[in-house]
């Protein structure tokens, strides 16, 4: 019975040889861990030798990173981490070692915002308030940091805490390439509270190793950069080469008269536009030009309207001219052909005798008659056309 129970002895050779080599290594591993996590930790201790206690051996410095906390306690009470601090960065201002505050704190709702009560616990102090900035997105300390160096554009800072908060500030921004330095604010003796915070710091300096190594954190909000003061704004990059590579580049024909044509269309747009008056005078000096000599211009309303109103004379002959003929009256003389007084004075051989003057008649009323419409029809066969009959259409 004990024979069916128990395992053929292949799974009981592989499968604890399996084991203990899966053990021995996650053993291996842990350990590395543990030993790199706590070299790690004894790195981010290591900058307290980057931080400063005293006002008068500070280095100086453009702008202070305050950083953030609650003002109040739990229970409701004054958050001595957060008197401390401003007291430090009001001193900080006092003594000349820097020049703009920079407040950084959370502020994801409403009811919590950690800059809008810096910058009054400051303005009480006496710090004057266009040396105030605020940065509402410091949600985290490595928010703070990085945010100061990519939107705020600083360079060098320094970073006013209490010393615990300093080491792991000027960790993460040594490792984000910012030259930065830490002042103590003073850190409050108290028995069970102080016990919190110091639990509280070992995790979080655990995360800020993980975030800096393995996960390469990157703040949560970024926007445009804000200028503090006369920091110089970022330079747009451009392909632009900063000497120059070759020799200028020489205008061809062609572009200078393209140039010449802007230049002229430009002034022709800024010009003042002639007169009717004007423009009449000119023509009639172009009218009197030989015909090569006349330049080519352009029609005008005024012209459009003249040569409309000859179309309309021109229909009207010819509707007259219709009209005649299809009565049979001619209305073309040829001056070829003699007058009457003149075949009269040929035959006689006399100079024609002008007749007397008619006497005047007197004068009647002119009576309008109604004008009939035009009809063009071919010349019938018995009228006598003088000319071309192909002027009267």
């Known amino acids: 019975m004990k024979d069916l129970i128990s395992p053929p002895p292949f799974f009981r050779t592989d499968m604890c040889r399996f ?13 590395l861990f543990g030993l790199f996590m706590m070299l790690a930790l004894f790195r981010i201790s290591s900058y307290t030798f980057d931080s400063y206690d005293s006002y008068e051996h500070i280095p100086y410095h453009k702008v202070g990173l305050l950083l953030g906390t609650s003002s109040l306690t739990a229970p409701g009470l004054p958050n001595n981490y957060f008197t401390y601090r401003i007291m430090a960065a009001s001193n900080l201002f006092f003594n000349g070692k820097i020049s703009y505050i920079l407040v950084s704190g959370d502020n994801r709702h ?35 940091v990085v945010r100061a160096s990519e939107v705020f554009m600083l360079k060098d800072m320094t970073i006013i805490s209490q010393p615990f908060h300093n080491e792991r500030a000027l960790f993460i921004a040594d490792k984000y390439g910012i030259d930065a330095v830490g002042f103590n604010a003073i850190e409050p003796l108290q028995g069970l509270a102080s016990f919190k915070v110091n639990l509280r710091e070992v995790f979080a300096r655990i995360k800020c190793v993980f975030d800096v190594y393995f996960l390469h954190a990157r703040p949560r909000f970024l926007g445009e950069p804000i200028k503090i003061g006369d920091t110089p704004m970022p330079v747009t990059p451009t392909n632009k080469p900063v000497r120059r590579t070759s020799k200028p580049k020489q ?83 040829d001056p070829d052909t003699p007058s009457q007084a003149e075949a009269a004075a040929t035959e006689s051989n006399t100079t024609p005798v002008e007749a007397a003057p008619a006497p005047p008649e007197q004068a009647q009323p002119e009576q309008v008659q109604p004008r009939r419409r035009a009809r063009r029809q071919i010349p019938r066969e018995d009228v006598v056309v003088h000319g071309d009959p192909w002027d009267y259409y």
């Open 110 to 144: 409403e009811s919590y915002n950690e800059p809008r009560e810096m910058r009054r616990a400051l303005l009480k102090a006496g710090v004057p308030d266009d040396r105030i900035v605020s940065d509402y997105a410091g949600i985290s300390t490595l928010d703070s």
């Open 19 to 31: 084991i203990r080599v899966f053990s021995y290594m996650s053993f291996v591993g842990l350990v």
């Open 251 to 333: 205008l061809t024909d062609h572009a200078v008269e393209l140039r010449k044509l802007e230049e002229y269309e430009r002034l022709s747009r800024l010009a003042k536009q002639p007169t009717d008056t004007a423009r009449y005078l000119k023509m009639q000096v172009e009218s009197r030009l030989p015909p090569a000599e006349q330049p080519l211009r352009e029609v005008t309303q005024q012209d459009s309207v003249l040569v409309d109103q000859q179309l309309q004379a021109q229909d009207e002959a010819e509707a007259v001219a219709a009209e005649s003929l299809s009565e049979g009256n001619a209305t073309y003389i």
